[in-house]
């Protein structure tokens, strides 16, 4: 799950939600999500207040981490390159995202259209909504 369907999801207080916060929602009904630090510090960073940041925490807090090992943080570097040599530039924290996604056979659910571009040169699976 990326950051901003989390951000999206947990912290969106009126208006229509996407298909994916949606989804989300009923991933976690299911108790069907995985949790990477470095996702819940993008979602945490994108608050706007104290208030907020302490509700969304809480909520975050709810769900355990699965933090990456060695292999994963390689792969991380590997698809960074690949991407990077075919013109497609994007963050650590995305190809750590994908390299986390591939090792564990778990899709991406995400909001975010620089995955797709990633997909074309990395086996990252994203979740079609």
């Known amino acids: 799950m990326d950051s901003d369907v989390w951000s999206e999801g947990l912290r969106k207080r009126s208006g229509e939600l996407s298909p994916e916060a949606l989804l989300l929602a009923e991933l976690i009904r299911e ?3 995985q949790m990477l630090g470095c996702i819940r510090q993008e979602a945490l960073q994108g608050c706007r207040d104290r208030a907020q940041f302490d509700r969304l925490r809480g909520a975050l807090a709810a769900f355990p981490e699965r933090p990456p090992m060695q292999a994963e943080y390689e792969r991380a570097a590997e698809f960074f390159y690949l991407c990077r040599s075919h013109g497609v530039q994007g963050s650590s924290t995305d190809y750590l995202l994908c390299a986390c996604s591939v090792a564990w056979g778990l899709p991406i659910l995400t ?7 990633y997909a074309a040169y990395i086996p990252v699976t994203l979740v079609q909504v």
């Not at 909001?111 to 571009?117: L, M, P």
């Open 31 to 33: 108790s069907r999500v």
């Open 111 to 117: 909001k975010d259209r620089d995955f797709a571009r």
